[in-house]
């Protein structure tokens, strides 16, 4: 069992910019992909950005060069540094990871945090 906690997220102005960080805990052995979802109200569920243990990155299009992801293994952390924040941000960021067995595909959830809010005013 992989337990995973966040951190980060609030109410920020458009153009301002926010951190987020997820700490994963328990058979950190068994997961290799981390990353972060977001979930909007009446919208689907986005996979925003992606990070495996040897820093293979995805971004979606909507936040390509406005949001960075990064990885410390030795802190089993992964952070999200959103930038240029929109108001069209405004979602519920999930960190999510998935078994080791399924690197190579889209990060699909196998273990799930509690969420964070993001806020963005326009």
């Known amino acids: 069992q992989v337990t995973l906690v966040e951190s980060g997220g609030g109410f920020v102005q458009a153009g301002g910019s926010l951190k987020l960080s997820c700490t994963a805990s328990?058979?950190?052995?068994?997961?290799?992909?981390m990353g972060w979802f977001r979930q909007a109200p009446e919208k689907q569920r986005e996979l925003v950005a992606s990070i495996t243990a040897a820093e293979t990155i995805r971004y979606s299009d909507s936040v390509k060069g406005r949001f960075t992801i990064s990885r410390d293994n030795t802190k089993n952390t992964v952070h999200l540094q959103m930038t240029n924040l929109k108001p069209e941000d405004t979602a519920v960021y999930h960190c999510?990871?998935?078994?080791?067995?399924?690197?190579?595909?889209?990060?699909?959830?196998?273990?799930w945090g509690q969420g964070t809010q993001v806020t963005v005013s326009s």
């Open positions: 328990g058979r950190i052995s068994s997961i290799n992909t």
């Open positions: 999510a990871a998935d078994f080791e067995w399924k690197l190579g595909r889209a990060l699909e959830g196998d273990y």
